[in-house]
């Protein structure tokens, strides 16, 4: 209730957040219904604009900057979790939104990616993952799925993908969530999920890249499929999906299984229920590995936990223990120690 | 401390070598003696020559660490080519620096260490103390380790401790050789061990007084020296190292600037103690952010530059290299950075702990594209502070970054400093915008065509910039092709408008003459001493010791034309050479180059400048 108050009083629209500069993504592309459904998250947030800063790497989805109507640093390719890293560590009351994709993030910044979460700096992350290189016109990225004949592997590429999620908990990742970028609702929750997060919130929006991998998540994302192939994840709820609401998640012999509620003497009471919360992450890196045709794909908040202060806060507390531990007020006093004079 | 038997010499300078294995103390031998040496009112110049492994195999060549100490009754500007005093702690100390003494030199030798077994790791296939190596130096063979060990022997340290103290005992003959107060050595072990380990540093202050009393009780040394304290010199002083100059200028700056400092930086020799001494700074809101590489280090400086802060990134030259493209995302973004390159020798992995000044075209040059820097360079230890504090001075107000170059020689070297008042410096005001007015992010000052600075958080003005290309005063992405021709000519413009701000390049030494001797930053001692001592020699030689290199000091060609030859020395293949050749062609040129991982010797240089004079 408090918050509905104060967000009336920033009195803030989707208007106020779109920036004068047209938008210049292809027709058809994913992106645009990110944008839109980050623009209405900032809405309810609930944070001054002017202390919303939007930092990307390079590629297609790193343009994102220039289209809101917020501080802005569109940065290097690779790089934009270090530049939202200094912006956020040298000024933690920003709200700072890292922009990235499967090859800014996975590839030419992969380092950065895993360092930025381990350090779990506050800020969101939302990474666009269309599993292909757009702006470079179509060869494979470390997402794309092994086997895949793009420009650059005429006969199938030969690499394992990587799965954001799993590197996200391979680092300590405190907040992964995953969704769609057919559901703009769902988007924009998960993107207000990720703002009440402290430290780093990892989000990966399965994108469609309309001209290079056209398709690429439709396996996931179809009407005709998405309720079968989708199991969408919330706090505290058994982790129930299917057209029929019929199908869940077991624990058996350390493993994640599929059954049927109503088969095998199955009742709702046996499915899993999610617990984002719990700071072990076995069950959320089971989760974020499962892949079709064997699982559903996860989708939602996965991981939410909290248990260490973000390293910006965390250093913010140590300067100013040490500010009220030290008598050194001036560079002067410092510069002159073990001094002496000379007459 | 009475002087019973031995008379006393009063002499101008001396040189004196520490070495022996990487873990023997040398360099807080050599630290402890400069501390002295500076409260009893000398001049100094240091300079520690250690390996670039830690603790390479014990009693080898390759692990001799040393630690030269130069200090003087008259003004000292380098560590000295040659010692007068050389403790070896061992064979291989003494092997690694016979050609670094002076003939009729003192050595002081543990002569515990000097047995067949210490040969062999050394290297020598005669024993070096009966072959006639020796013939005609004042050696000295101290029975260190065993005398070290018994005398603490009641004290109840456990053995490795005792064994360690074996570099006190050096110290204490060093103290009576040359008359310091043992005072001063005591008051450094209690900063050392403090309050927390009592134990130690009573073992070394008792051995420190142990290897004094030996002294005086040997007859092995009949004189000992006295160096007086510098004359016509007034202030407050302190001795200090080019890195910690360096971190504290820049917070000398922030302080000016009324600013947080930030530091990305990756640790890397010979620079990492700037990013150690800024951790220990949280107290004046300093922050040090480590990060996972050189790349993340300077893009987190970028971010925290943009939020506001002055940030700051430091490494050595392959550092320098990956950070390339960042610095010029700070170019087209014009954001205030100061990137420091403390350089070593190269290329690649090179040597990490040795001296060159490799990097001056990669400062200059090493990105892609039009990316003109600010390039500065300190010359002296003790300097490294105020070129610190210009660096900052200038990118936080003509918002463009600064290359400050420095180099392990003068980051690890320390000197003699006059500390400055620092309210008393020039202020520092970054171009920073009221909240509410209108704002284009590309509207220039008109005087430095600096562009306005608005931070994140402030009420209406948002904005974005980036790493495109941007439109003239408004920033918007442009790839319109005069508007990217007018912009790189801006960001040019921009940084040959400081040369409006830094001083004139001043020669030592007579306005014009035979010959002018031209250096760049770290090689300043060796070369003012070597002109020094000619103009003494009544030569007509002047020095003209460059700081800022891009822009160049206005007078630049001024001065070169008032002398009839010039010969540019550096150490590398010529980089400062050819940058003037091409930035004032229409001067002849002559070069002296050394690439050997060593500072230039007085003597060498005198010998080329004479051969110059007469030919």
């Known amino acids: 209730m408090l918050e509905e108050i104060k967000t009336k009083q920033l009195n803030t629209t989707k208007a106020d957040y779109k920036s004068d500069q047209v938008v210049k993504w292809c027709a058809g592309c994913g992106d645009f219904a990110i944008l839109s459904a980050v623009q209405s998250a900032l809405v309810e947030s609930n944070v001054r604009k002017e202390d919303v800063v939007f930092v990307s790497g390079i590629g297609c989805s790193s343009r994102f900057p220039y289209y809101m109507n917020t501080y802005g640093f569109h940065g290097l390719h690779g790089r934009g979790a270090a530049i939202a890293s200094g912006i956020k560590v040298a000024n933690p009351k920003l709200d700072v939104w890292h922009i990235t994709g499967d090859g800014d993030s996975m590839a030419i910044g992969g380092n950065h990616f895993i360092h930025l979460v381990r350090r779990n700096i506050d800020m969101n992350v939302i990474l666009f993952n269309n599993k292909i290189y757009g702006l470079t016109k179509g060869q494979y990225s470390p997402t794309t799925p092994r086997g895949s004949i793009t420009k650059t592997s005429p006969d199938g590429t030969i690499e394992n993908p990587f799965k954001p999620g799993e590197l996200t908990m391979g680092a300590q990742g405190s907040f992964f969530a995953r969704v769609v970028d057919t559901e703009p609702k769902r988007m924009k929750e998960v993107f207000l999920e990720a703002t009440k997060h402290r430290g780093t919130s990892m989000v990966e929006v399965l994108q469609n890249c309309v001209i290079f991998n056209n398709r690429i998540h439709s396996e996931i994302t179809g009407k005709d499929v998405r309720d079968d192939h989708q199991i969408h994840l919330e706090h505290g709820k058994p982790m129930i999906f299917g057209k029929e609401k019929n199908k869940g998640l077991v624990l058996r012999a350390s493993r994640l299984e599929v059954v049927t509620i109503g088969e095998n003497g199955i009742t709702e009471d046996d499915i899993l229920v999610h617990d984002a919360q719990n700071p072990d992450d076995t069950t959320h890196y089971m989760l974020v590995r499962m892949t079709l045709p064997e699982y559903p794909v996860a989708t939602g908040v996965i991981r939410f936990c909290e248990y260490n202060e973000p390293y910006d806060a965390e250093l913010e507390s140590q300067v100013e223990r040490a500010i009220e531990k030290s008598e050194m007020k001036s560079v002067q006093e410092l510069i002159e120690t073990n001094s002496f004079i000379v007459d | ?615």
Request: with cysteine; hydrophobic share 40%; charged share 25%.
């Open chain 2, 1 to 615: 401390m009475s002087k019973k038997t031995s008379k006393v010499i009063e002499v101008d300078a001396i040189v004196v070598k520490f070495a022996g294995d990487s873990g023997d103390g040398m360099q807080l031998s050599g630290s402890q003696f400069s501390d002295t040496s500076a409260f009893a009112g000398n001049d100094l110049s240091t300079f520690p020559d250690y390996p670039s492994e830690i603790r390479a195999p014990q009693g080898t060549v390759a692990g001799v660490s040393g630690f030269q100490l130069h200090i003087g009754h008259k003004e000292i500007d380098t560590p000295g080519d040659l010692a007068d005093v050389l403790v070896a702690m061992n064979p291989a100390a003494l092997k690694a620096n016979m050609k670094w003494v002076k003939s009729g030199a003192t050595i002081i030798i543990d002569i515990d260490n000097f047995d067949n077994k210490y040969y062999k790791k050394a290297g020598y296939i005669e024993d070096p103390l009966g072959d006639g190596t020796l013939d005609g130096y004042n050696v000295v063979k101290a029975p260190i380790s065993q005398l070290s060990k018994s005398s603490v022997k009641d004290l109840g340290v456990d053995s490795k401790s005792a064994e360690r103290t074996k570099n006190q005992f050096a110290l204490g003959i060093l103290y009576w050789l040359f008359n310091k107060d043992l005072k001063f050595g005591e008051e450094f072990i209690e900063n050392k061990f403090g309050s927390k380990k009592p134990l130690l540093a009573e073992a070394n202050k008792r051995v420190l007084r142990a290897g004094y009393n030996y002294a005086e009780t040997v007859e092995a040394l009949h004189t000992t020296y006295q160096i007086n304290p510098i004359k016509n010199r007034k202030g407050r002083f302190r001795n200090i190292t080019g890195n910690i100059a360096t971190a504290w200028g820049l917070m000398a700056a922030a302080e000016r600037a009324g600013m947080e400092l930030f530091l990305g930086s990756y640790p890397i020799t010979p620079a990492s103690e700037i990013l150690q001494e800024l951790s220990n700074m949280k107290h004046f809101r300093v922050k040090t952010f480590q990060a996972e590489d050189e790349i993340a280090g300077i893009n987190a400086a970028i971010g925290a530059s943009f939020a506001g802060d002055f940030a700051v990134t430091s490494t050595s030259g392959p550092g320098l290299a990956l950070k390339g493209e960042a610095i010029g995302l700070a170019v087209i973004t014009e954001l205030p950075l100061v990137i420091i390159d403390v350089q070593r020798g190269g290329p690649a992995t090179g040597l990490p702990t040795k001296l060159e000044q490799a990097d001056l075209m990669q400062a200059l040059y090493g990105r892609n594209g039009e990316s003109p820097c600010v390039v500065i360079a300190a010359s002296t230890p003790a300097n490294c502070f105020h070129y610190a504090f210009m660096a900052g001075k200038i990118t936080l107000e003509h918002m463009t970054p600064v290359i400050l170059l420095t180099d392990g020689y003068l980051a690890n070297g320390s000197e003699l400093w006059n500390i400055p008042v620092i309210k008393n410096m020039p202020e520092i005001n970054p171009p920073f915008v009221e909240d509410n007015t209108e704002y284009q992010p590309y509207e220039r000052n008109k005087d430095n065509l600096a562009r306005y600075w608005a931070l994140p958080g402030q009420e209406g003005l948002r904005h974005r910039i980036g790493g495109l290309e941007k439109e003239d005063i408004t920033g918007n992405v442009s790839h319109n092709p005069l508007n990217h021709e007018r912009m790189v000519h801006l960001r040019e413009e921009k940084v040959q408008k400081v040369a409006d701000v830094i001083p004139e390049i001043k020669v030592s030494g007579e306005e014009s003459g035979d010959l002018l001797v031209v250096g760049w930053g770290g090689t300043y001692g060796a070369l003012v001493s070597a002109v020094k001592d000619m103009q003494e020699e009544g030569k007509k030689v002047s020095l003209a010791q460059f700081n800022y290199i891009k822009p160049l000091p206005k007078n630049t060609a001024e001065v070169f034309g008032r002398f009839k030859k010039i010969i540019v020395c550096e150490l590398n293949m010529g980089q400062f050479v050819n940058y003037l050749r091409m930035n004032l062609p229409e001067f002849d040129y002559l070069q002296y180059n050394k690439i050997q991982g060593l500072p230039f010797m007085i003597s060498e240089l005198k010998e080329k400048i004479n051969k110059i004079l007469e030919g």
